[in-house]
């Protein structure tokens, strides 16, 4: 059975509930499933005004544990098109990882949230996936077998780099049942690649 790991940080939320979202996913694709979050690093005042989460429902990760996994998968909101610094900060973490070759071979996938359509999510989903391949990891995203990804008949996230969601720019919109259901399908589809490799 291969062991996924579900890696994110969320502000207000978004990015948790696609963290879930793929886990299901990933357990329906026949995987044990961890659902880890990385440390705030924003200082409590800034976090604070800007009304970030306090509660999670989820633990805080430690670099080292990434060694344990067949995948990891990485879920951060945009941040002027590049993922979250509370998540590059983590993997800047991970220099020993990297010397030692400890994540060579294991699947990689990214999932994102952004406030706006147009706002940079696919970048954000690259910027990912760059830290993920200097890794060594093999890259999966979500294929045009989700065909809830297409059309344009309502506003919908999700592409071939990765799920997505469009939170809004005051944050009021949550990840509709077709972004949630992108989430669940690149969570299964790389829980079964990984079990694959890992068999
Ligand atoms: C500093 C900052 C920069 C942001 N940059 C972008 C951006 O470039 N494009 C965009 O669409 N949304 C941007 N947003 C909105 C976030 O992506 C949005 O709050 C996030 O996707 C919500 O996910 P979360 O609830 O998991 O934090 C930005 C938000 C902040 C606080």
Redesign the pocket.
């Known amino acids: 059975m291969a062991k996924v790991l579900v890696l994110y940080?969320?502000?207000?939320?978004?990015?948790?509930t696609?963290a879930k979202a793929v886990a299901e996913g990933a357990k329906a694709g026949g995987a044990e499933v961890d659902i880890k979050r990385v440390p705030e690093t924003a200082p409590a005042d800034v976090a604070a005004a800007?009304g970030f989460?306090t509660n999670h429902d989820f633990p805080e990760a430690q670099p080292d544990e990434l060694a344990h996994y067949d995948a990891i998968i990485v879920g951060a909101?945009?941040?002027?098109?590049n993922m979250?610094s509370q998540m590059g900060s983590f993997w800047d973490r991970t220099g020993g990882l990297w010397a030692q070759g400890k994540l060579i071979g294991k699947v990689g996938g990214a999932f994102?949230?952004?406030?706006?359509q147009h706002?940079?999510?696919e970048a954000t989903l690259l910027s990912i996936h760059k830290t993920l391949l200097h890794h060594g990891l093999l890259i999966v995203g979500l294929p045009y077998a989700y065909a809830g990804q297409m059309g344009v008949d309502e506003v919908v996230g999700g592409s071939p780099y990765g799920a997505t969601?469009i939170?809004a720019?005051d944050?009021s919109r949550q990840p509709s049942e077709r972004e949630l259901e992108g989430a669940r399908f690149q969570g299964q589809h790389i829980a079964q690649i990984a079990g694959k490799l890992s068999a």
């Open positions: 940080y969320s502000s207000y939320g978004h990015i948790e696609m800007a989460k909101p945009t941040r002027f098109g979250s994102t949230s952004s406030a706006s706002g940079g999510n969601t939170a720019g944050g």
